[in-house]
Each structure stands twice: as structure tokens, then as C-alpha cells.
């Protein structure tokens, strides 16, 4: 009996010796966390959708609408000609931006109002001082070199009015909602 006890103690020595515990944080149960980036409200990503696609727009039709380089006119009627296809061009394409700006619904954060605002009054703008100024022209009488530089100083004025006016993100860049809403609207990634 004696060795029977030796052998038990034996082997419950050699059991607890034998084993070397777990180190401190594995017996833990382990929770795992899941950190998503934050997705942007629906209604913020379909408001900037509208707005960017809208001065994106403008300055797309700009650019295909400006022709490349064309011999100078030769006649003062030409030019008369020219200049006003060019203030009807400005009109058009300031009008349509201003008019899908005023149509877009109100925006989610007072920013994009503000903001959207800003950029109405400038195309609007633009496209009333295009507009009179090639009514003016139109009206002149064909070979009036007096009526071109009105005219051109129009062109000038338009341009200077909508300058700023081609990047929508940075326009919204001190809103949050508005920048993670930028940056999965199809119409931000021109």
C-alpha cells in the first residue's frame, strides 16, 4: 500500500510539475472588434451627387463647347458673330448650372445651402451679364466696332464672375457629413 501511495504521490507531483501555465492574457476569452469606416447618410451622398455633378457639368460643357484655336476673324462682322456665339455659349451653360443647382433639394447640412447659394448667385450672375451683353451685340448694327468692346469686356466679366466656381469638394471641405458624402457620390469622382 505504501508503494501504491508513493506512485499516486508520484504522479500527482509529477502532473502539477509537469504542466507549465498559461502565460498571463491566454486564458482570456478573446472579443473581437470590428472598426468600419463611418458610411455617409443616403440623403447627404444624393445631395452631393446633384451638386457636384452639376459644376462638374458646367465645366465639362465648357470644355467641349470651347473650340480650338480658329483663325482671327476677318471682318468686324465676324467678329460680332464670333463674340456673341460666345456670350450665347456662357448663358447657356452658367444657365443650366444655375438652374440644376436651384433645383437640387435642401441640403442636409445648412453648409451645403450656403454653399449651393454661393454658387447660384455666381452663375446667375454670369449668365445675366452674358445674356444682355450678346442682346446688346445681337442688336448693333453688323460692322459696329463700338459694339465689341462691351461685348468683350462682357466675356471677361462672366468668366471673372464664375471664377472659383469649379471645385464643389473644397466648397464643403469644412463640413464632415458633406466630405464622407463626397467621397461615394458618382458625381465627386470627375
Known amino acids: 500500500m505504501k508503494k501504491l501511495a508513493a506512485l499516486l504521490g508520484a504522479c ?6 509537469g504542466s507549465t501555465p498559461a502565460p498571463p492574457g491566454q486564458n482570456l476569452n478573446r472579443v473581437e472588434t470590428s472598426t468600419s469606416a463611418p458610411t455617409a447618410d443616403p440623403a447627404a451622398v444624393r445631395w452631393m451627387d446633384g451638386f457636384c455633378s452639376a ?4 465645366r465639362e460643357r465648357t470644355n467641349q463647347e470651347v ?23 456662357i448663358a447657356a451653360r452658367t444657365g443650366e448650372a444655375a438652374g440644376k443647382l436651384t ?30 451683353a450678346k442682346a446688346t451685340l445681337d442688336r448693333a448694327k453688323p460692322g459696329n466696332e463700338a459694339s465689341q468692346a462691351p461685348a468683350v469686356k462682357a466675356v471677361q466679366q462672366a468668366q471673372q464672375d464664375i471664377d472659383g466656381a469649379y471645385d464643389p469638394i ?10 464622407l458624402a463626397a467621397a461615394t457620390a458618382p458625381g465627386c469622382k470627375a
Open 12 to 17: 500527482l507531483l509529477l502532473t502539477a510539475c
Open 55 to 58: 459644376v462638374h457639368g458646367y
Open 67 to 89: 473650340r480650338p484655336a480658329q483663325p482671327p476673324p476677318k471682318t468686324v462682322a465676324e467678329s460680332q458673330r464670333a463674340i456673341s456665339a460666345m456670350l450665347g455659349g
Open 103 to 132: 433645383a437640387l433639394p435642401p441640403a442636409p447640412v445648412p453648409l451645403g445651402d450656403a454653399v449651393r447659394q454661393a454658387l447660384v448667385t455666381k452663375f446667375t450672375k454670369a449668365h445675366d451679364r452674358a445674356t444682355e
Open 170 to 179: 473644397s466648397a464643403v471641405k469644412e463640413s464632415p457629413e458633406l466630405m
